[in-house]
Each structure stands twice: as structure tokens, then as C-alpha cells.
């Protein structure tokens, strides 16, 4: 007789994403693609790396290849610490922090250690799919602030918070996935103010701050905190190598406060023991080295101008039939159909007749946890060299 | 005002381990330790992974450094399976199996996929600490079966699972952590038989089995399950590099039906979202080369000298104070006091009495689920040098 597995309950509650069925549309040849959430490959310093791997196996053989402490490998905390020193977060040290294996299990280790089934989790409509996924498989029920060009509504946060009353609030204040929204400085220090005012614990993920366009963005959360009592004890800020330096690093970060940190690291014991010291110990060397600078400057200029490049072409090629915000950082532009002249404008539609076209994308309404908008979509300029997003806009238009 | 963290209901289930406590005093000057749980970075391969690590970042750098499948790296899943068939498992494809960040990760997926609050797993007595730890934090009732000479006692283990129907019963068969115990083929097939008989999921953490120093073992409880009609449905199989090549890898794998390794799958996806491609495809790579034997062979040789060194000074130092089998393979020699003669018969005391004597171990009682044996303790052979062994285990007579 076949075996019926017992799954446990909390499997209910999550599904295999659309998304997921989607990517394997996209071995078909000739297909350009602006779906995927990743960096560009041939962007990755892969002798930089290589360097500080053979350095760690030279001079520390055995503190890279054996056990290490759950917390994270001692030389990286404290580089990484002076990583976020030097991007203004001067009043985080090591023991503020703690390495997780990429920061996806920064997330795991928060649903872990503080959602109960049933808690409310405040998320951005749209947000990171993800976490939308991670949190609710610990059973949260999760409620959706709005974004607009600023980033979250930070009024209508306010009023969820006194509302719902939730564990935390979970926010991508800085090109975040898959909006590329940037908060402004006034918005970021109301949300500070509010964690403050109504004690609420507020979830800052911060993986695409370092790629921005132009000037630097406002200061993280993190960063301002420093300046407003209490907020330190009412935040936690989730770091990442995977979109500045490589993502099979598998290196993330979590600054929390004290007591939230230990929980999280009891967590992590149960969870993977600890993040690879061979990969740990790299990303140490690595950054130790100080060729962070450059690898951040080389990503930011040929990102940005991919990004012009799409813009102008979804502009020129989709005139009024497509409405963004052209975005100062990061991988996406966020875009939203309007139907113009009869065009397509729902987000799946398109991105089926895309694919017959020879390019594609992801649609937006998955990345909704509540009153998805079926007209958006997520576009990533980061992987396809110019000439192929003229290409693929152009195709993209002919679908539409 | 401070704030107080909304820490989740399921942290109410463990607590920091008494071991870790333990681990503080470790850093006394001249202690010799039997303590550890891990293998001897002195054996580590460090020039074969070197350049397994090299030629990944030469002939597959995007792959190596970019994201990869939650599944795991395909070439590693082909190496795994190729592994596994050299040990007798020839039934195992590549699809059969996902990599996992550790084989504590294994552990963790299959709480988050298969235990609900309140289910029951049985476990051995004594098993692995981090297990126990790992399963309730997902509310799971542990319930054990004894462990002698011979493994875990398969008589009981029928009654209990009639009993209990668990969710799964967890065994280690191959000289288990902490109880070092071989399990008879006898009783191998016995576990296999009820499985089928009475439907029920076991999981075999076999992280030791290639450890063994004269006769290789029995055959896992993967091998012997191909030949049974309806084991492979009912059997998860979890197995790990860190023993045998290097835990900073954070490279292990899980063997399971392919209903449960897709859901495990996604489960992964929101834990860790994949293993570390730099570490995998550096194992991969190991593997390829034909390194693994060699390796084998030298970690079985020191292991074996080390245990035998310790064997007979327990004996000759401690006599009838002290009981134990006699170990064949892995790390750990697991001992009862008995108290003769009005010496030591707590674990615990002992314990804090050998620290002022100049040795450390871990009392056996924390690596019971339920009813400890205060008598036991866990003295690891893997790390010290034969010379050290000796007088470790005359600091051990003297303090008892």
C-alpha cells in the first residue's frame, strides 16, 4: 500500500508559487529575461574571491573548515560591523549582530523565534514573495501598508499599528523587492518614531541599499535609530552580501537587540548550526581586503545604466500604456499596465503572451500577501546587457 | 521604557543547553577535552579542497557564486548519489536526494514538514542534543526507546510505536551520537519490517557510518531498503560531509520519498533558500577528484588508534568505576559510572570535578529526551592526540 506522508498543519498555509511554475518557461531559447531577482554573474569579482577564500585556507585552515560559533565567524562580525559603520550605522558592533545563512534565513530566524499562529505581521502591499511565504508558514496573518513613490504609507502604518496591534512590521525601506520604491528621510523617521510611540517592533530589510544610481539614499533605519531613544530596542535590520558581492556566499546578517539576538541564535543552532565557515571566512578575507568599494562602484554604474536603458525604452516602446517610477537603485523597475488604447492590462496575461513574444517577466499580483493589483508587474533590468533590453521592451510592446 | 520582546509561544518548549554552559569552561589553559562533538581539524584535507574550491571558481564561477536550485547543485546531488551507491544505497538517484545546509538542517526541514504541536516522535535514549531540541521546538512529544549494546532495542520500539503512533521515529544506527552504539543488521531489519507493518516513518541520521574502524558496519537502513518491498516509501535517510571532510562546508543531504522532498524543498526555499553554491560546488568537485577514500582511510586509522588508546586506559585507570562498550567506529566513547568502591556515579559531578583536575567531557544525562541516566557520560576520542588521550584519562581517575 502506498505511504500517506503526515504533514504538519502549517503546510496548509503556504503554497508552491506561481512564480516558481513560471521560471520553468524560461529555458525556451532565445528568451530574454526580466524575471529573475538576481545580480548579474559576470559582475561577480571572482578572483577577489577566490583570493580571500585561498587566504582564509593559508593562514586559518582550520577555523574555516571546522564548527564555528552559531553567532557567526568573529573576524566577519566585525568587518561587517565596520561595513554598516562606514553606510552610518557607526553604533552597531559585533556582538550587535549575528551572520545568517543569506538573510532569507534572517527571516526564518524572526517567524521562528516571534510569530505564534494567529499573530499579526505588518507587510508592504506589494512586498518580498518570500517573506510572504516564510511568515505564514509560521501562521502569521499578514496585513498590507501601501507603497507609493515614497515608499510606505507611513499614515496609514500608523493606523494599522493601532489597529492590529502586530509582532512586528517587516519593511524593504530602500529599493526594496519588488516595488524599488525609496522611502524618504521624513517617512523613515516616522516609522522610528512610531515603533517608539506605540512600542512596535519594526523589521528593516535591507538588501539593495548599496546599489544606488546616483546619490546615496537616506540613511537606513538603522543608521537613524542611533539618534532616537529607543529605537534601537524596537528594530531589527536584516543585511546581505548576495546582491553587492555573490549570492552562493550564502552571507546575511541580522542586527537586533540583545535579547531578541540570543533567541535567534538558540534558533539558529536547531536551524543549520551555523552559516558555512568556508564561506564565512571568505567574505571576511574578502571585505578585510578592502575591495568592497570598487565591486559596490562597478555594480552601481552598469545597473544604472541598464536601468536608463529600460526606462527610456519602456517610455519610447509603451508610451502611456505602462506607468512607473523611474527607480534610483536596485534591480527593478515596478511597473503598472493602464490599459491605454485597449492594451493589455492585466499582469499575467501579459506575461504569457511575453513569453510567445520571447521575453520575460514576473507579474505582479503574487507579491500582494492581501488585494493583489492584477495590473502590475516586476521587471529586472539587472542581467541583460543593453542591446537585449532594447530587444526585449520592444518585444514586450508587440505583446502587450 | 525598555521594551519587552513578543518572542513566540514555541520558545517556551527548549531552553539553552546545560552543554553550552559547559563549553564556557573550555577555555581554562591546559585542558584536555574529550568534550568536543567534532571531528580533528588536524585530519582536515585542506590542499584537496583548495583546489576543488579553485577549479569551481575557474571552470564554473557563475554557477559557484550565483544563486542555485533550493534542491541543491546538480552536480553535487549526482556525487551524493554516486556516494551513497559506493556505501551499498544503489537505488538512490540524484532526484531522490535535496542538499541541505548541514544535516541539521534535514532535522530542521523535517520538523517544519511533519510536526504538528503536540504530535509524537519517538527518539533514542540517549540521542542527539540538538535533535531533541530541534523537534520540540516545533511542539513535538518525545517519547524514547532504549539504546544497548546492539542499538536501539527493537522489542520496545515495536510496543511504543503501536502505542504512540509517532509522526516518525528518529534513530542514529551507526554509532550514534552521543551512544556510539552499532546497530545488528538483525535489528536493522527488524526496523525496516515495522516501518511497512505498521506505516510508519523512520528517519536514519547516519552522519558517523563511514567512520568505522575495522569491519565496515551493516548496511544503512537506505541500503537494506531497496531489497523490502515498501521501506523505501517510509524511509528518510540524512547523511553529511562535516565527519568525514569538513563541517565548515555546512554540506549535508536528505534522502527521502519524493512527496516529502518536495515539500521539504519548499520548505528550504523560505529557510535558507539554497546551501551555499560556493561550498557545493567546492564538494562537488572533491568528490570528482576520487579524493574521498584516501580521506576515509587516514580519518579511520587515527579515530581507530585514538579509540583504542582511550578503551584501554579507561580500563586500566578507572577499572570497574566506569562501563562501557567498546566502540567500532565514529567519535565517541559512551560510558556509565557505577559508583564501585564509593568513587564518582554522578555525570554531572564528575564533570565539574574533572574541570579543577585539568579535563573536560558532557555528562550523558541532557542527551535524554526523558528519564535520564545520571550515570552516563559522553567522552570524545576525536580531537586529543593519544599522549593526551593517556593523561587525560588519568585526570580522569583522579577527579573520580
Same mark, same amino acid.
Given at each position: 500500500m502506498p505511504f500517506t506522508t503526515p504533514f504538519a498543519d502549517r503546510l496548509n498555509h503556504v503554497e508552491t508559487s506561481a512564480i516558481r511554475e513560471l521560471f520553468k518557461l524560461l529555458g525556451k531559447p532565445g528568451i530574454i529575461s526580466f524575471a529573475g531577482g538576481f545580480p548579474d554573474s559576470a559582475l561577480f569579482d571572482v578572483e577577489g574571491i577566490r583570493a580571500a577564500a585561498n587566504e582564509a585556507l593559508t593562514h586559518e585552515p582550520g577555523a574555516t573548515l571546522q564548527y564555528g560559533a552559531t553567532e557567526g565567524y568573529q573576524p566577519l562580525r566585525e568587518q561587517i560591523a565596520g561595513f554598516m559603520a562606514s553606510k552610518g550605522a557607526s553604533g552597531v558592533a559585533a556582538s550587535d549582530l549575528i551572520v545568517t545563512t543569506g538573510s532569507q534565513q534572517a527571516l526564518d530566524l524572526l517567524g521562528k523565534t516571534l510569530i505564534s499562529p494567529g499573530d499579526k505581521v505588518i507587510v508592504e502591499g506589494p512586498t518580498f514573495l518570500a517573506t510572504i511565504q516564510c511568515f505564514r508558514l509560521y501562521g502569521a496573518e499578514l496585513i498590507t501598508v501601501p507603497v507609493d513613490g515614497q515608499g510606505a504609507r507611513t499614515d496609514v502604518l500608523e493606523s494599522l499599528i493601532a489597529e492590529h496591534k502586530p509582532k512586528f512590521v517587516y519593511l524593504i525601506p530602500t529599493f526594496g523587492n519588488p516595488s524599488g520604491a525609496l522611502m524618504t528621510l521624513e517617512r523613515r523617521k516616522a516609522v522610528l518614531e512610531m515603533a517608539v510611540r506605540h512600542d512596535t517592533l519594526i523589521v528593516e530589510d535591507d538588501?539593495?541599499?548599496? #546599489?544606488?544610481? =546616483?546619490e546615496a539614499p537616506p540613511p537606513s533605519l538603522l543608521a537613524l535609530a542611533d539618534s532616537m531613544p529607543g529605537a534601537r530596542d524596537r528594530l531589527v535590520h536584516c543585511g546581505s552580501l548576495?546582491?553587492? #558581492?555573490?549570492? =552562493?556566499?550564502?552571507v546575511g546578517w541580522m542586527v537586533a537587540p540583545q535579547e531578541l539576538l540570543a533567541k535567534a541564535t538558540m534558533c539558529k543552532q536547531f536551524s543549520d548550526a551555523h552559516t558555512s565557515t568556508f564561506a564565512q571566512a571568505t567574505a571576511a578575507r574578502y571585505l578585510a581586503a578592502g575591495g568592497m568599494p570598487a565591486t559596490l562602484a562597478k555594480v552601481r554604474r552598469v545597473y544604472a545604466e541598464r536601468a536608463g536603458t529600460m526606462a527610456q525604452a519602456l517610455r519610447q516602446q509603451l508610451g502611456g500604456a505602462i506607468d512607473f517610477v523611474e527607480p534610483q537603485g536596485g534591480l527593478f523597475i515596478w511597473a503598472r499596465l493602464t490599459g491605454e488604447g485597449g492594451r493589455v492590462a492585466d499582469g499575467a496575461a501579459l506575461a504569457k503572451a511575453a513569453i510567445d513574444q520571447g521575453v520575460a517577466f514576473v507579474p505582479g499580483a503574487p507579491f500582494y500577501a492581501r488585494q493583489p493589483d492584477a495590473a502590475t508587474l516586476r521587471l529586472s533590468f539587472?542581467?541583460?546587457?543593453v542591446e537585449q533590453i532594447v530587444e526585449g521592451v520592444a518585444r514586450l510592446a508587440r505583446a502587450c
Open positions: 538588501p539593495y541599499g548599496d #546599489l544606488y544610481f =546616483g548576495s546582491k553587492v #558581492l555573490s549570492p =552562493g556566499l550564502r539587472a542581467t541583460a546587457p
